[in-house]
């Protein structure tokens, strides 16, 4: 299934599920509202998806509308950074003696909102190192504390494509507090789509969406690195996440920064990246963060170049 949020000036807007060609959604009703409420009682609300999903294919529903992101709030966001490639280089970006760890890396971060796949993001200056960062995430129903990896699989509902901001001259000084990221890490954007695990089919594969996520940045391309290249699958970070807490229902955990060791060959998924592999090099990073007016572009692309998560297309603009 692709579910969506469609905006009705409400604070977690109405749920709908989406066709497969995009043009057409039907709202999932009273039995399930919002996607918030749908996470909270996966079993209770599947007559009304199914109701929807039946009518939708036997051709009703209604043009497609303003969609937000699909969980516009939750309880909680978690973020991981599973992608091997990625801390190697930010520790070059950053100065950053290595992390020897063989658990995955998280941290909790802000929740009350994410933008839509299309809302302009406002950011107070340039000077605070504007950053996109591409990646997947999934969305959990209630884990229990202490479940396990393989068992994780089966809470993980639906799945979709973030863009998580950055605000990359403040991160260094907040990491050097030891407390964690406040201002570094403002709210995150959603691409307008979460799917079901079975609607990736052979994309979705031991816990990792095997997808290109294509990124422009103003226009120009900027990297296709693939999520396949997660060091922990998704299930894993579930279990980590869980392992001394129950996880509520509704908790998005996302994949961090997706990354690639050929990054010659593939490009990169956000600035600072770029900005590690120059310093590699030539000596000092030569890319700029993003200005405003800058327009960031990306998708997730499956083979025969369809878009499973809809797409991300944002202007940064000045608060």
Request: hydrophobic share 40%.
């Amino acid at each position: 299934m692709r579910l969506a949020t469609l905006d009705n000036n409400t604070s977690d807007g109405a749920l709908v599920l989406v066709s497969a060609d995009g043009a057409r959604m039907m709202e999932v009703g009273a039995g399930a509202p919002n996607l918030l409420t749908l996470m909270a009682d996966w079993t209770a609300g599947q007559p009304a998806l199914g109701d929807a999903a039946a009518r939708l294919a036997a051709g009703e529903g209604m043009a497609t509308g303003t969609l937000r992101a699909p969980m516009p709030r939750s309880w909680q966001w978690l973020d991981g950074s599973a992608f091997d490639q990625h801390g190697k280089l930010m520790q070059i970006a950053f100065g950053l003696d290595p992390i020897e760890s063989d658990r995955p890396l998280m941290y909790q971060g802000m929740s009350d909102r994410f933008y839509g796949p299309n809302d302009d993001i406002p950011f107070p200056s340039e000077e605070d190192g504007i950053d996109f960062e591409g990646e997947f995430g999934v969305i959990v129903d209630a884990v229990p504390m202490g479940t396990s990896a393989a068992d994780a699989m089966k809470h993980i509902r639906l799945i979709v494509q973030i863009n998580d901001w950055s605000l990359r001259t403040i991160a260094p000084i907040e990491m050097k507090t030891g407390f964690g990221w406040v201002q570094a890490k403002p709210a995150c954007s959603m691409a307008p789509i979460a799917v079901t695990p079975d609607e990736l089919g052979e994309d979705w594969r031991d816990g990792r969406v095997c997808l290109d996520l294509d990124v422009e940045w103003n226009g120009a391309r900027f990297g296709a690195a693939n999520g396949r290249e997660m060091a922990f699958g998704f299930h894993e970070l579930v279990a980590h996440a869980a392992r001394t807490r129950d996880l509520v229902a509704g908790t998005i955990i996302g994949s961090g920064t997706v990354s690639s060791p050929d990054y010659a060959k593939v490009g990169s998924s956000c600035i600072s990246e770029r900005r590690a592999i120059e310093m590699i090099e030539n000596g000092l990073p030569e890319t700029p963060f993003m200005r405003f007016g800058d327009r960031v572009r990306m998708a997730g692309r499956r083979a025969d170049g369809t878009y499973p998560f809809g797409m991300i297309e944002q202007t940064v603009v000045q608060r």
